[in-house]
T-cell receptor, first 113, second 112 residues
Framework: EPEVTQTPSHQVTQMGQEVILRCVPISNHLYFYWYRQILGQKVEFLVSFYNNEISEKSEIFDDQFSVERPDGSNFTLKIRSTKLEDSAMYFC???????????FGPGTRLTVL | GENVEQHPSTLSVQEGDSAVIKCTYSDSASNYFPWYKQELGKRPQLIIDIRSNVGEKKDQRIAVTLNKTAKHFSLHITETQPEDSAVYFCAASINRDDKIIFGKGTRLHILP
């Protein structure tokens, strides 16, 4: 069964550095998402992406965040200048159609030192 | 925007007994309610979902009920087993908005 994949599984970075988290959604999916989960807390929506543009973004998704679908398979989340509070698990998700289920990737644990 | 409340935050049940987790939502436009199971360090896994045109859905030992009038929905797990131990998240979504709004989660412990 196809799955969403994410790389790396764990990223450690210094505060102020840029990070790029990578996701490969399921191949016939058209809707893409990023969520984050701070340790021990709930999963929070960051951004949704469809038809090569952002559909919606949350308050968390400020100017330091950006998303891109650089080719037909990857979907990336960039954090320009990381802060300590960006430390979290970041999940990518995708779905095929507007009323379909979202499937989550395994996550990237980001640690900002 | 949508807000999802989930109770209890922690639940311990004897193996073989039933577990019930309850959630409420605030936006009457929400029409899709998935439930996710998350084991430590793993991704949220969809275990069951329900749409607003249905009041109840069952899949083996798992059932979900939805009361649209009261904006309540619940997860029922019967004949619990040790492998049911995990964190369970309820969630709500408005299809036109796309995003999933999660509850804070319930840590379910199945006691031997």
């Amino acid at each position: 069964e196809p799955e969403v994949t994410q790389t790396p599984s764990h990223q450690v970075t210094q505060m102020g550095q840029e990070v790029i988290l990578r996701c490969v959604p399921i191949s016939n999916h058209l809707y893409f998402y990023w969520y984050r989960q701070i340790l021990g807390q709930k999963v929070e929506f960051l951004v949704s992406f469809y038809n090569n543009e952002i559909s919606e973004k949350s308050e968390i998704f400020d100017d330091q965040f950006s998303v891109e679908r650089p080719d037909g398979s990857n979907f990336t989340l960039k954090i320009r200048s990381t802060k300590l509070e960006d430390s979290a698990m970041y999940f990518c998700a995708s779905k095929r159609g507007p009323t379909d289920t979202q499937y989550f990737g395994p996550g990237t644990r980001l640690t900002v030192l | 925007g949508e807000n999802v409340e989930q109770h209890p935050s922690t639940l311990s049940v004897q193996e073989g007994d039933s577990a019930v987790i309850k959630c409420t939502y605030s936006d009457s436009a929400s029409n899709y309610f998935p439930w996710y199971k998350q084991e430590l360090g793993k991704r949220p896994q969809l275990i069951i979902d329900i749409r607003s045109n249905v009041g109840e859905k069952k899949d083996q030992r798992i059932a979900v009920t939805l009361n649209k009038t009261a904006k309540h929905f619940s997860l029922h797990i019967t004949e619990t087993q040790p492998e049911d131990s995990a964190v369970y998240f309820c969630a709500a979504s408005i299809n036109r908005d796309d995003k999933i709004i999660f509850g804070k989660g319930t840590r379910l412990h199945i006691l031997p």
